[in-house]
């Protein structure tokens, strides 16, 4: 893993890229994906829950029953942009499950008391 600062200057270069409304570089994305959900790791431990970006990264994370076999209860799944800016929030929990791009499933797949994961400027 990279350092942090380096973790947080891929979320920002993603995020500025999007409010360009530019499609980020594919590494860029990739990196800002998966430092978000090393952060959500962090501030959500557990095994009860499974994040999944295609194609870049899926972690298990919020205490709870563990799932060990088949399709995990508890699932959450995204696209690598729309997580950013669910991550950032610059896009509701609600507002991306009602119009598709957030599919949850399970009774503990609501995340946002963990968001923003990413606030801009403030190193986090």
């Given at each position: 893993?990279?350092?942090?600062?380096?973790k947080s200057e891929?979320?920002?270069r993603a995020?500025d890229?999007?409010d360009r409304?530019e499609?980020p570089?594919?590494?860029?994305?990739?990196d800002a994906?998966r430092?978000?959900l090393?952060?959500?790791a962090r501030?959500?431990p557990g095994?009860s829950?499974?994040?999944r970006?295609?194609?870049?990264g899926?972690i298990?994370?919020v205490a709870?029953?563990?799932?060990?076999r088949g399709t995990?209860?508890n699932?959450?799944?995204?696209d690598?942009?729309?997580?950013?800016?669910?991550?950032?929030?610059?896009?509701?929990?609600?507002d991306?499950?009602s119009?598709?791009?957030l599919?949850?499933?399970?009774?503990?797949?609501d995340?946002?008391?963990?968001l923003?994961?990413?606030?801009?400027?403030s190193?986090?």
């Open positions: 893993m990279s350092p942090a600062h380096n891929s979320v920002q995020l890229a999007l409304g499609e570089e594919r590494t860029v994305l990739r994906v430092a978000l090393t952060e959500l501030r959500a095994r829950v499974e994040v970006i295609p194609p870049f899926a298990q994370c709870g029953p563990r799932h060990t995990p209860p699932v959450v799944e995204t690598p942009r729309t997580w950013v800016l669910l991550a950032t929030e610059r896009v509701s929990w609600a991306a499950l119009d598709g791009r599919r949850a499933s399970g009774i503990r797949t995340l946002t008391e963990y923003p994961l990413y606030r801009p400027g190193g986090e």
